[in-house]
């Protein structure tokens, strides 16, 4: 079975700050992994699908690179609405989520 | 704008089982180009992929939980169904339903409900 890991578990920013997660699959995945911001009580969001390309409506200051095993989410300038967890997915097999990265104020 | 609602009791008493509803509206369950279903959280806990389904009646489920699962859908209703069986506490959770496009791979989970939590005590 395919496990998903991501790194940092969490991590403290500050507004305008560049922040970068990544996530990890045990075994290639192609560039079948999805991110998703989750703010607290409300549902997922999807962000970035197919590794890299970005949701419609979805700000620019979001990015996804990688393929394979390692996968990264890039905010450029983290604004006051960015903090949130943050989960990849990985859609190569039986969909599994990444255990999230918790993105709060510094 | 396809939107989602999630509908059932909040409260289940272990070993019975969890019935929730999905209606969907702004949109078609039959569209034939998406799979309908459902992902779960446990309160402060990650996301669980619990299984989808297709409007032919066609269903995936993840294996962890195969055995206790049914997925139905009704498109007269626009709506799709939940069952989970011989629940207990660790099936108390927030119960989102949600779409994904119906090919292998290059899909995502998107939109989804707002959810509804699930609690399991007697």
Same mark, same amino acid.
Not at chain 2, 35 to 40: F, H, L, V
Not at chain 2, 54 to 70: D, F, M, Q
């Given at each position: 079975?395919?496990?998903?890991?991501?790194?940092?578990?969490?991590?403290?920013?500050?507004?305008?700050?560049?922040?970068?997660?990544?996530?990890?699959?045990?075994?290639?995945?192609?560039?079948?992994?999805?991110?998703?911001?989750?703010?607290?009580?409300?549902?997922?969001?999807?962000?970035?699908?197919?590794?890299?390309?970005?949701?419609?409506?979805?700000?620019?200051?979001?990015?996804?690179?990688?393929?394979?095993?390692?996968?990264?989410?890039?905010?450029?300038?983290?604004?006051?609405?960015?903090?949130?967890?943050?989960?990849?997915?990985?859609?190569?097999?039986?969909?599994?989520?990444?255990?999230?990265?918790?993105?709060?104020?510094? | 704008?396809?939107?989602?609602?999630?509908?059932?009791?909040?409260?289940?008493?272990?070993?019975?089982?969890?019935?929730?509803?999905?209606?969907?509206?702004?949109?078609?369950?039959?569209?034939?180009?998406?799979?309908?279903?459902?992902?779960?959280?446990?309160?402060?806990?990650?996301?669980?992929?619990?299984?989808?389904?297709?409007?032919?009646?066609?269903?995936?489920?993840? *294996?962890?939980?195969?055995?206790?699962?049914?997925?139905?859908?009704?498109?007269?209703?626009?709506?799709?169904?939940?069952?989970?069986?011989?629940?207990?506490?660790?099936?108390?959770?927030?119960?989102?339903?949600?779409?994904? *496009?119906?090919?292998?791979?290059?899909?995502?989970?998107? *939109?989804?409900?707002?959810?509804?939590?699930?609690?399991?005590?007697?």
């Amino acid at each position: 079975d395919i496990q998903m890991t991501q790194s940092p578990s969490s991590l403290s920013a500050s507004v305008g700050d560049r922040v970068t997660i990544t996530c990890r699959a045990s075994q290639s995945i192609s560039v079948y992994l999805n991110w998703y911001q989750q703010k607290p009580g409300k549902a997922p969001k999807l962000l970035i699908y197919g590794a890299t390309s970005l949701q419609s409506g979805v700000p620019s200051r979001f990015s996804g690179s990688g393929s394979g095993t390692d996968f990264t989410l890039t905010i450029s300038s983290l604004q006051p609405e960015d903090f949130a967890t943050y989960y990849c997915q990985q859609s190569y097999s039986t969909p599994l989520f990444g255990p999230g990265t918790k993105v709060d104020v510094k | 704008q396809l939107q989602l609602q999630e509908s059932g009791p909040g409260l289940v008493k272990p070993s019975e089982t969890l019935s929730l509803t999905c209606t969907v509206s702004g949109g078609s369950i039959s569209s034939g180009t998406y799979y309908w279903g459902w992902i779960r959280q446990p309160p402060g806990k990650g996301l669980e992929w619990i299984g989808s389904i297709y409007y032919s009646g066609n269903t995936r489920y993840n *294996p962890s939980l195969e055995s206790r699962v049914t997925i139905s859908v009704d498109t007269s209703r626009n709506q799709f169904s939940l069952k989970l069986s011989s629940v207990t506490a660790a099936d108390t959770a927030v119960y989102y339903c949600t779409r994904r *496009p119906r090919r292998d791979g290059f899909n995502w989970f998107d *939109p989804w409900g707002q959810g509804t939590l699930v609690i399991v005590s007697s």
